[in-house]
């Protein structure tokens, strides 16, 4: 069964649920799955629809073209109906995301990879930003078994990470990039690994193996790709999980006691409906959490719900990347897949203090794909270097011929970044749009030009004949921190397990609640979280002593 195969459901009646879920995207599609496998009521609003298979556009050769357009991932540049307008007039990047069943990791890369143990206690090692209330340990039996959940291929024994069980399936093919960046790399004595990724080397729980057609950025047409809407919804369903599909939620409602009584939303056909919980898990991603919660206001929480610390919405972190192109005589292949990461270095992660900054950042090795990734990678170049005569000749030059390490830089937390309401700008029913205000630090800035420097090395020692250096502005795939987790209600929006604490039966469990940002790939950890977290609200829900 696929999505394709699924419609969604809308409840009979209007009766509550025990549980009501918003947003159907990564961590949305955890809970709803193990609420409805422990015989829990569940009903998860979602504002985006099913996406088909057939309608991605990798196997159409317009597919780098509609990749800028309506299969970008900037919902500002995409505009389809299920997104909504983001004022980015104040931030340094633009936020990217995907609204529909499986959210953003419809349109993710893929990289499958964990925080390292450090990542979780920058206040004590490094004395900056704050320790997380868990450690590597209390996650790590989450991790691995969201590595079976979603298919992880890879290969264990990492010196990166500390030991523990292998992912499932063996990794993808590193192809020629990913031997050419390890020659320079061996040749320097740096660390490289073969690069873990959400997409199936091999057929797996019905998922087809990958064919490296490298368009993982625009949705998998051969569902090789781990994404939620095949992976967690067909069994959520069976289990009786209630998905309604094209419901842009409104306000979190709240009764006379504050606890919240459910979610006001609004239909496709523009109608307001009411869906009543005895709890509400809220999984709407980095920016459109803090938005939901900042625009449910009451008597009672006259500064957005669950926002009496005042941090709702603050200590937004975007992962500062760019990238170096290297150019080689070699035929490379670089059109070829997987468009994730064909291996990933970990050399220079760990903080040392004579860089001049602290914490660093992760590279991996992605393809340049086809001649509109080329031209991408001449961006920076004078306009003449990027069209007519001289476009096709850096096409012929270089089309097949490169390949990029990106650099992720961790981004610490700082409130003047943040997500707030804004003034004028609302979506097409009504509601505020969010603002996005945001600047790099000097340190991510730092951070940068050090991993860049040492990139150029590394292309250099694999021999390189030329590299161009770019850096982006769309570029906040990953969307963390605006509702963090702590013990301290003073300092933070949620405990550890995701509970507000200032409404005992509302959660949150997205990326919203990272303490810290790490310099990886943030989708193992948000699923290995909201794992962790719903399964305590379940322990809970059948400990009447505990509620």
């Known amino acids: 069964m696929t999505s394709s195969d699924l419609v969604a459901s809308t409840p009979s009646t209007r009766d509550a649920a025990d549980v009501v879920v918003i947003g159907a995207g990564a961590s949305g599609s955890v809970a709803a799955r193990e609420l409805a496998r422990a015989g829990m009521s569940v009903v998860c609003l979602e504002q985006g629809e099913w996406t088909r298979r057939s309608d991605f556009p990798g196997e159409r050769p317009e597919w780098e073209l509609v990749a800028q357009q309506a299969w970008s991932a900037n919902p500002n540049v995409r505009r389809a109906p299920a997104d909504y307008p983001i004022d980015v007039s104040a931030s340094e990047f633009d936020p990217l995301m995907y609204n529909g069943v499986g959210g953003s990791t419809v349109l993710y890369a893929a990289n499958w990879v964990r925080f390292v143990p450090s990542d979780f206690r920058v206040r004590t090692l490094d004395g900056v930003a704050d320790d997380w209330p868990l450690t590597y340990e209390d996650l790590q039996p989450y991790y691995e078994r969201m590595d079976e959940d979603m298919g992880v291929s890879g290969l264990g024994g990492d010196p990166a990470y500390p030991p523990g069980k292998p992912p499932p399936l063996p990794p993808l093919p590193i192809g020629s990039i990913g031997r050419k960046g390890a020659e320079g790399m061996d040749k320097l004595g740096w660390h490289w690994w073969p690069g873990s990724n959400a997409i199936a080397a091999k057929a797996y729980r019905g998922r087809a193996p990958c064919v490296r057609q490298g368009t993982c950025m625009t949705g998998c047409p051969h569902g090789a790709k781990a994404t939620t809407d095949l992976t967690h919804w067909p069994d959520a369903q069976s289990h009786g999980a209630m998905l309604v599909t094209g419901a842009r939620?409104?306000?979190?409602?709240?009764?006379?006691?504050?606890?919240?009584?459910?979610?006001?939303?609004?239909?496709?056909?523009?109608?307001?409906?009411?869906?009543?919980?005895?709890?509400?898990?809220?999984?709407?991603?980095?920016?459109?959490?803090?938005?939901?919660?900042?625009?449910?206001?009451?008597?009672?929480?006259?500064?957005?719900?669950?926002?009496?610390?005042?941090?709702?919405?603050?200590?937004?972190?975007?992962h500062p990347f760019a990238a170096v192109i290297g150019l080689y005589e070699d035929s490379l292949e670089s059109w070829m897949g997987p468009a994730g990461q064909t291996i990933h270095s970990m050399q220079f992660y760990e903080t040392d203090t004579a860089r001049g900054f602290v914490r660093g950042a992760k590279w991996n090795i992605l393809p340049t794909g086809g001649p509109l990734g080329v031209l991408w990678g001449y961006g920076a170049r004078p306009v003449e270097e990027q069209w007519g005569v001289d476009f096709h000749r850096n096409v012929k030059r270089s089309m097949g011929h490169s390949f990029q390490w990106g650099v992720m830089a961790e981004d610490l937390p700082n409130e003047a970044n943040r997500i707030v309401l804004d003034g004028v700008l609302n979506d097409s029913d009504g509601i505020p749009a969010p603002k996005v205000i945001y600047q790099s630090s000097d340190n991510a800035r730092a951070i940068l030009d050090f991993h860049l420097a040492r990139v150029r090395e590394a292309h250099a020692a694999a021999g390189a004949v030329e590299t161009m250096t770019r850096t982006m502005r769309d570029c906040g795939w990953h969307l963390l921190g605006t509702a963090r987790m702590g013990e301290d209600p003073r300092t933070s929006v949620v405990d550890q397990w995701g509970r507000a604490h200032d409404v005992p039966n509302l959660y949150v469990i997205d990326g919203s609640v990272f303490v810290t940002s790490s310099a990886v790939n943030p989708t193992a950890t948000i699923m290995a979280l909201a794992l962790r977290c719903v399964e305590h609200l379940i322990e809970r829900r059948r400990d009447p002593v505990a509620q």
């Open 249 to 318: 939620v409104r306000e979190i409602t709240v009764d006379s006691r504050g606890r919240a009584s459910g979610a006001l939303y609004v239909d496709r056909e523009g109608r307001e409906q009411f869906q009543a919980g005895s709890a509400v898990i809220v999984a709407a991603n980095g920016v459109g959490t803090p938005r939901l919660l900042l625009h449910s206001t009451s008597s009672l929480f006259p500064d957005g719900l669950a926002n009496s610390s005042g941090l709702v919405g603050k200590r937004l972190m975007m």
